[in-house]
């Protein structure tokens, strides 16, 4: 249970769940109930099924690349930790998620804002590492929750907005970019460490 609800924070942070959430108060606020509900359920899915694929056939893609699984922990550490320091630096909604022209709940919504770069190379790591099939159930399970969680703060993001209001809503993706960078800074380090073990 308690790597459970390590797993389940460490992935659910890695959503960026209330920065996710302001870019989609702005980019739904003409849609209907119904619209918004559709939208919510294709990014919950898009986000699992992404997340299942790169857990479940990582360890191939370091085959085929020839990457080292501590390289790659530097790498997606990287990325993750360079990730949350735009988040704390963001002052505006980014330009790219404005275009409303397309189908939002995939692109953007899910892939990059939900799943990106830094949390895909983390379930890359975990599914390349050697584990139990118990270990691999807890991930899957944690992964399945996180994305039921943020589906769940879309799904009352009208509320939150009316409470926290729009200062309110800049501050908590800075407050989850300081958890996200410190989670990217462990994996680089973890990384470093099984480099110098070799």
Same mark, same amino acid.
């Given at each position: 249970?308690?790597?459970?609800?390590?797993?389940?924070?460490?992935?659910?942070?890695?959503?960026?769940?209330?920065?996710?959430?302001?870019?989609?108060?702005?980019?739904?606020?003409?849609?209907?109930?119904?619209?918004?509900?559709?939208?919510? *359920?294709? /990014?919950?899915?898009?986000? !699992?099924?992404? =997340?299942?694929?790169?857990? #479940? +056939?990582?360890?191939? @893609?370091?085959?085929? *690349?020839? /990457?080292?699984?501590?390289? !790659?922990?530097? =790498?997606?550490?990287?990325? #993750? +930790?360079?990730?949350? @320091?735009?988040?704390?630096?963001?002052?505006?909604?980014?330009?790219?998620?404005?275009?409303?022209?397309?189908?939002?709940?995939?692109?953007?919504?899910?892939?990059?804002?939900?799943?990106?770069?830094?949390?895909?190379?983390?379930?890359?790591?975990?599914?390349?590492?050697?584990?139990?099939?118990?270990?691999?159930?807890?991930?899957?399970?944690?992964?399945?929750?996180?994305?039921?969680?943020?589906?769940?703060?879309?799904?009352?993001?009208?509320?939150?907005?009316?409470?926290?209001?729009?200062?309110?809503?800049?501050?908590?993706?800075?407050?989850?970019?300081?958890?996200?960078?410190?989670?990217?800074?462990?994996?680089?380090?973890?990384?470093?460490?099984?480099?110098?073990?070799?």
């Amino acid at each position: 249970m308690d790597q459970f609800i390590i797993l389940y924070l460490k992935l659910f942070f890695m959503m960026t769940p209330f920065f996710v959430m302001s870019a989609f108060i702005a980019m739904t606020k003409h849609a209907s109930k119904a619209e918004k509900k559709r939208i919510i *359920f294709k /990014i919950c899915v898009a986000v !699992f099924v992404t =997340g299942m694929l790169f857990f #479940l +056939f990582g360890i191939y @893609i370091f085959d085929l *690349f020839g /990457i080292t699984l501590d390289a !790659f922990k530097i =790498g997606a550490g990287t990325v #993750l +930790f360079l990730s949350a @320091i735009d988040m704390i630096r963001q002052d505006d909604t980014p330009t790219a998620i404005k275009n409303t022209d397309n189908d939002i709940a995939i692109v953007p919504l899910a892939i990059p804002i939900t799943i990106g770069p830094g949390l895909i190379g983390v379930l890359m790591v975990y599914g390349a590492e050697p584990s139990s099939v118990m270990h691999n159930v807890i991930v899957c399970m944690a992964l399945l929750a996180s994305v039921v969680s943020v589906g769940l703060i879309l799904l009352i993001s009208n509320k939150v907005q009316h409470l926290l209001g729009k200062q309110g809503l800049k501050i908590l993706p800075k407050i989850t970019g300081l958890f996200v960078s410190a989670i990217g800074a462990q994996i680089i380090f973890s990384g470093i460490q099984g480099f110098f073990k070799l």
